[in-house]
């Protein structure tokens, strides 16, 4: 695909969870494309070197306290954000957690926390973001789900029940908005190597397990993300992860299908990530 259909200049861009991880490759993808941006964090000054590292590429940078677990938090932000710009064009719902524990030894606390950040906060922030959207009849909105959300793995019930609801989530919200111009997609990456989840890392038996299943047999790296026009919207080539390329092409305003997990405008389709 030319580079030109991943021009986002004009746009604006809400990248939920920015102060570290993918979140923050995701925001930079964006703004390589073209997009200003507003990141977010339950605490803003973890986000002031993230900020000045996108300005320093010409782009703006709103950074904007959220606690998706909070409605009033999720409102204050959507409309800090369009006091900041005017506009919302593009939401990447990438705020999440989770909970590493044995099936039975996983609390009611740990279940609600998860669910709660993972699904319910994604549901509301798209809400409020969507409000704004359909009186212009133009918006995209990327959810990042989970290879959890296909794939069963033990030590993570609650968290693969929040991703396979995204997955579902995203699918009745693209068929409810599609008709306002506004494509839902689902992005499911696979695993990768980063700082919250380098305790799992230590354990070489759960890498040889994890590698196993993986086609070029290494997890994803950060590093990989940069590699994002060399693969469609199922991820980097071999191992399934997910690709700046793929969050450009679903914010550039020809997004109409999905590749990997996701729908678009009511059109449905599952394609495989490889």
């Known amino acids: 695909m ?37 990141i977010t964090s339950r605490g803003v000054d973890r986000l002031k070197e993230f900020q000045q590292e996108i300005e320093g590429m010409g782009r703006r940078a709103v950074p904007l306290e959220l606690d998706v677990r909070d409605y009033d938090s999720i409102q204050r932000m959507v409309e800090g ?14 705020a999440g957690c989770n909970v590493r524990k044995r099936a039975v030894e996983v609390t009611w606390d740990d ?11 994604v549901f509301f922030v798209s809400q409020a973001v969507a409000r704004t959207m359909i ?9 990042i789900g989970s290879v959890t959300a296909v794939f069963g793995y033990a030590g993570l019930a609650p ?7 995204v997955k579902q989530l995203t699918m009745s919200l693209a068929d409810d908005w599609g008709v306002h111009g506004i494509t839902v997609n689902c992005l499911a990456p696979g695993w990768f ?19 196993d299943r993986i086609p070029l047999k290494r997890p994803g790296e ?20 997910l690709s700046t390329g793929a969050v450009a092409r679903w914010a550039a305003p020809t997004a109409m299908a999905a590749g990997g997990l996701a729908t678009a405008g009511g059109w449905r389709a599952i394609r495989s990530a490889r």
């Open 193 to 211: 190597k980063t700082a919250q989840s380098a305790v799992l890392y230590e354990n070489k038996a759960w890498v040889e397990y994890i590698c």
């Open 159 to 165: 968290y693969g029940a929040s991703r396979g609801g």
């Open 111 to 121: 279940w609600n926390l998860v669910l709660e950040t993972n699904l319910r906060g």
């Open 222 to 241: 950060p590093r990989d993300l940069d590699r994002g026009h060399e693969s469609d919207a199922g991820g980097v080539r071999g191992h399934g992860g």
């Open 81 to 94: 954000a369009y006091e900041a710009y005017g506009k919302i064009d593009i939401l990447v719902n990438n």
């Open 2 to 38: 030319a580079r030109d259909l991943f021009d986002l200049t004009g746009r604006v861009a809400i990248v939920t969870g920015t102060s570290r991880g993918l979140g923050q490759y995701m925001g930079r993808a964006l703004a390589r494309a073209g997009a200003d941006l507003v």
């Open 135 to 143: 009186p212009r009849e133009y918006g995209r909105i990327i959810n």
